[in-house]
């Protein structure tokens, strides 16, 4: 029961602060409501039983991914023209309401296999073991940190003063 | 009861959104911010069908951790491209960066 009320709390802050970040003509306030979402995220995420992403989601997302977001803005000073709808904005509801009404029925009409079984809790070892142990998911966790040494040096030439 | 299927729409839902604000904004950080939205509400399908489908396996978790990684990758390239071209341009107004078009 609980967990049903933490569910609908959340989801009603994390569609809400998602608007914001699309309807709002600030761009910094945006930026703070997508803060707001990933945070209603982290907690759709405990819901889940998945403790380890919850806390990682707001490592990263929180406190990473946003800290870059409001950087961003402060060193492109756009904050004064505000966030302006493109001459899409009409095609592009359609397009998003469309997508919204055809993924919604397709998933209210498909038979999930849904298993009785309860999660796993603490999730951290059994991720722990599919990441880094016999037969895992060790191959992608070599790779990640290939992708991300790459991403940091092209962000560093690209951002540089020439 | 919540089931799979309220975390599913809600993910539709965040997605859309999401999807919205990447077809209709101007500014550049907007877009990128909406493309966030997208890869969150995917991570939260991914982990609800870990949760109700195999809770045992956590398969969908540790694909949430690799999109986060490749988002994380995504966000700070995209910031910088960014930045660099509003530094040339003067302005990051989507629909005045037109370098590639010809």
């Known amino acids: ?162 | 009861m919540v089931g799979l299927e309220h975390y599913l729409i809600l993910a539709a839902v965040l997605f859309a959104i999401g999807l919205y604000g990447a077809l209709a904004k101007r500014n550049a950080i907007i877009i990128l911010m909406s493309i966030e939205l997208m890869l969150n509400a995917v991570n939260i399908a991914m982990v609800a069908f870990s949760r109700y489908i195999v809770p045992l396996q956590l398969t969908g978790q540790i694909f949430a951790i690799f999109i986060m990684v490749v988002a994380a990758a995504e966000v700070a390239v995209g910031l910088a491209i960014i930045i660099a071209i509003y530094r040339h341009h003067k302005t990051i107004d989507a629909t005045k960066i037109d370098l590639m078009k010809w």
């Open chain 1, 1 to 162: 029961m609980a967990l049903e009320i933490a569910f609908w709390i959340l989801a009603v802050i994390g569609v809400m602060a998602a608007l914001a970040v699309v309807l709002l003509g600030d761009v910094f306030r945006a930026a703070l409501s997508l803060v707001l979402c990933f945070l209603a995220v982290a907690g759709i995420y405990l819901t889940l039983s998945a403790d380890f992403l919850a806390v990682v989601q707001i490592l990263v997302y929180v406190g990473a991914i946003s800290v870059l977001i409001i950087l961003a803005i402060m060193l492109t000073r756009e904050v004064q023209r505000g966030s302006p709808g493109n001459k899409l904005r009409l095609p592009a509801f359609f397009v998003a309401a469309l997508f919204l009404g055809g993924i919604i029925y397709a998933m209210v009409n498909t038979n999930w296999q849904v298993s009785s079984a309860s999660p796993l809790e603490p999730t951290t070892p059994a991720i722990a073991g599919l990441l880094f142990g016999e037969g895992g998911f060790i191959l992608p966790v070599e790779i990640a940190p290939i992708l991300l040494v790459a991403a940091i040096i092209g962000a560093i030439v690209l951002a540089r003063e020439k």
